[in-house]
């Protein structure tokens, strides 16, 4: 059974910043199948627009530099723009087996709060279309609401567009 008490990193860095948030609790349905898929069903879980629900990726650039972006959970990150966005030539992934020791995070748990190290972050610029967003709590089966604002000034992150047009 699920503590819906249980407080993480991520929470108690928000409360320590003085920044409020909802905390979401959803049930872990066996893990990413893919970013897409899981991310989609974790919105449904808990009956979110999955236009307001972000996903964390990770990205190396051309110049092995770190980048951190926020991304719909119905889209995919354009690694063109993503790697405009920063300055860099290009950017990869970070391959999952790689995601933990970049970011002290698993994969399907990985917030922009909290990582072992302040990365550049972007947030795909849709982010400040809502009075709300949710973003992982830092473990599967948690995520906290909370205003983009406060979001974007705590990750130091930049807004950009940085997702494929269908």
């Given amino acids: 059974m699920k503590q819906k008490d249980e407080k993480t990193n991520v929470m108690r860095i928000l409360e320590q910043k003085k920044i409020p948030y909802t905390p979401h609790f959803y049930e872990e349905s066996g893990g990413p199948e893919g970013d897409r898929e899981y991310g989609l069903h974790v919105a449904q879980a808990l009956g979110q627009d999955a236009r307001q ?19 719909p959970v119905a889209e995919n990150l354009d690694l063109k723009k993503a790697a405009k ?6 950017i990869e992934l970070v391959h999952v087996a790689e995601i933990n020791s970049v970011t002290g995070y698993i994969r399907g748990g990985c917030s922009p709060v909290g990582m072992k190290k302040q990365f550049p972050t972007v947030f795909h610029q849709t982010v400040l279309e809502f009075e709300t967003v949710y973003i992982s709590a830092g473990k599967i089966g948690a995520q906290v609401e909370l205003p983009p604002d406060a979001l974007l000034q705590l990750t130091r992150a930049k807004t950009a567009d940085i997702i494929f047009e269908g």
Avoid: N, P
Wanted: proline share 0%.
């Fill in 85 to 90: 966005a920063v300055g860099e030539k290009s």
């Fill in 53 to 71: 629900v972000f996903k964390t990726l990770v990205a190396r650039g051309a110049s092995k530099s770190i980048y951190v972006y926020e991304v």
